[in-house]
């Protein structure tokens, strides 16, 4: 009787042990990808944060678009239209620029739209409020950027 129960423990029980554990393993290597995963992401998106909001290259636009006085938004129009201002205009193919890198990275799948809209929809929005800076948009090649403001206006707020 002893040699047919160790047939039965090795030929049955142990491989049953196996897959279970091999299971058991798979699920929690996926759970750490996706915990450490979604960690970086959140290093990463923090990092975007802190490039547009806190270093000091978007500022004088970001400026122009949230207070939009009458001035600083003809200045921009002008800067644009007529190409006066090569450094207002330089500023502005930045701050594009870094919108551009956002919906390149949304396009890659790297960013969901509900992250960028958390982030950065209040500019996004500032940029749509402007005919004249679609029209540049348009003019000039930023096809990621007037994609990005068609699709957040298309699925509104982030409320």
């Known amino acids: 009787m002893p040699i047919l129960t160790y047939a039965i423990f ?3 029980i142990i491989p049953v042990i196996d897959v279970l554990s091999g ?3 798979a699920a929690i290597t996926i759970y750490i990808y996706y915990r450490n995963s979604n960690l970086r992401r959140a290093e990463w998106l923090y990092s975007l944060f802190e490039k547009f909001y806190y270093q000091s290259s978007y500022a004088g636009i970001r400026r122009i678009l949230d207070y939009g006085n009458e001035d600083g938004v003809q200045r921009l129009r ?3 239209q007529g190409h006066t201002d090569e450094s207002l205009e330089e500023k502005l193919v930045d701050f594009l ?3 551009e890198v956002i919906a390149s990275l949304w396009k890659l799948r790297q960013l969901s739209i509900k992250e960028i809209q958390m982030m950065f929809e209040y500019y996004i929005r500032r940029i749509e409020n402007h ?3 679609l029209e540049y948009l348009q003019a000039w090649g930023f096809e990621g950027v007037l994609e990005l403001v ?3 206006r298309r699925r509104g707020g982030t409320k």
């Open 10 to 12: 090795k030929d049955l």
């Open 23 to 25: 299971i058991i393993g």
């Open 150 to 152: 068609g699709e957040v």
């Open 131 to 133: 005919d004249f800076i």
């Open 78 to 80: 002008s800067a644009l």
């Open 97 to 99: 620029n870094f919108f």
